[in-house]
């Protein structure tokens, strides 16, 4: 895969080099390139903001630098490699849609995507316009706060997307135990010592009966998502679970109707 990301402020994606990404980069699986969006004006004083049309507060990125970035980006990939597909332009914007694991997996899938890193209040808006006669748009969010630009975004994003690529995560088990996720929260895990500053590992972990532990982990899971994310169970699929895992959701204080759970009023 190729990532290209342009930015006011190219030294906020160094972390990019390092770790499971940069071990990437290295190996040749992801050929990823960061441009300052300041080598595509033309002024002497490099500028890439300017005064909102209507009026308010803050600065706008104006087009025309991000014009030409984006031209420089999206017109190298297809020289010379009979391109098919547009690349995906993922724009950040507290505006967009909302990023997701679903969403990672889609881009995974993708052969070039490039990353916008908006600053101030934003791109002018016809930039996106424009840029669908070459990309694929996609305004996305991390998630409902507000940062100040896209970069934190584009970090979060590369690296959901990168260590899905063939080859990245080193232990592709980790993967596909994530993919039977069902979508709960996860268990919680524990390592050596077994007691420690007087809290001990739960005794069925070291039971080596598996069974129990599967059993264990699973109930674990439904007790934190009931507890921190009870959202995630209005999808979840009970229609076909054993007795303990449907006693298990009665002592969470949930009823299981036509598969679905439901949350009792009284609990
Ligand atoms: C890209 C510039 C900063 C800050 C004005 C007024 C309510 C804010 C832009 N999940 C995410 N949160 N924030 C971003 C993000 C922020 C960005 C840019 C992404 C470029 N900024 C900024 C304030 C405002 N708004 C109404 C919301 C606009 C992001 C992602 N991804």
Redesign the pocket.
């Known amino acids: 895969m190729r990532i290209d990301v342009v930015s006011i402020f190219p030294e906020y994606l160094a972390p990019l080099e390092l770790s499971l990404i940069g071990k990437a980069r290295q190996d040749g699986l992801l050929k990823l390139t960061v441009h300052d969006l300041r080598d595509f004006t033309t002024d002497r004083h490099r500028t890439v903001d300017d005064t909102p049309y209507g009026g308010g507060a803050g600065m706008v990125m104006k087009p025309e630098p991000w014009a030409q970035a984006l031209g420089a980006v999206a017109g190298t990939a297809a020289a010379g490699e009979g391109e098919l597909r547009k690349p995906v332009l993922i724009v950040?914007?507290?505006?967009?849609e909302r990023?997701t694991q679903a969403i990672a997996h889609e881009l995974a899938e993708e052969e070039q995507l490039v990353f916008a890193?908006?600053?101030?209040?934003?791109i002018d808006e016809r930039v996106l316009e424009w840029a669908a006669d070459h990309f694929t748009v996609r305004p996305?969010?991390?998630?409902?706060?507000?940062?100040?630009?896209?970069e934190v975004?584009v970090l979060a994003m590369v690296e959901a997307i990168g260590r899905l690529l063939p080859g990245v995560v080193g232990n592709p088990e980790s993967l596909v135990e994530e993919s039977h996720s069902d979508g709960l929260l996860e268990y919680p895990v524990y390592t050596k010592p077994s007691s420690w500053r007087g809290r001990d590992v739960p005794a069925v972990l070291l039971s080596g009966n598996h069974g129990k532990i599967a059993q264990w982990r699973r109930h674990e899971q439904y007790r934190r998502t009931a507890e921190r994310r009870p959202d995630l169970l209005e999808a979840f699929d009970a229609g076909t679970l054993p007795r303990a895992d449907r006693t298990a959701f009665a002592d969470l204080g949930y009823d299981i109707e036509d598969g679905r759970l439901r949350r009792r009023a009284d609990a």
Do not use: Q, T
């Open positions: 950040p914007s507290p505006a967009g990023f890193c908006g600053r101030y209040e934003g996305m969010s991390l998630g409902d706060y507000v940062l100040n630009g896209g975004a």
